[in-house]
């Protein structure tokens, strides 16, 4: 059974960072990518950022330049440094994981960003 355990989400100002974490355990084996999602009521779940094996990224179009992901793969890990963030990055952040054919999704971890 895989497991992902989300961390790093909280309540930040305008303008500031945030980093998230996701862990995977359990029987993982041959992760081919992993990614943060994010889902603001009444709107599609939308891409933020992918990662695969090989340390190739893809990001949304509204990331410009302020996320950063990142892998650990001896530690099943994968990180999503956030900065500059705005008001309109308040979502669930969500990390999925593409292993074995599956994906595998996190609980969520909520960001709110707000003065």
């Known amino acids: 059974q895989v497991q992902l355990v989300e961390s790093g989400g909280g309540l930040v100002q305008p303008g500031g960072s945030l980093r998230l974490s996701c862990a995977a355990s359990?029987?993982?084996?041959?992760?081919?990518?992993m990614s943060w999602h994010r889902q603001v009521p009444g709107k599609p779940r939308e891409l933020v950022a992918r990662i695969t094996t090989i340390g190739s990224t893809t990001y949304g179009n509204f990331v410009k330049g302020r996320f950063t992901i990142s892998r650990d793969n001896a530690k099943y890990t994968v990180y999503l440094q956030m900065n500059s963030l705005k008001p309109e990055d308040t979502a669930v952040y969500y990390c999925?994981?593409?292993?074995?054919?599956?994906?595998?999704w996190g609980q969520g971890t909520q960001v709110t960003v707000s003065s």
């Open positions: 359990g029987s993982i084996y041959s992760i081919s990518a």
């Open positions: 999925r994981i593409e292993a074995m054919g599956r994906d595998y």
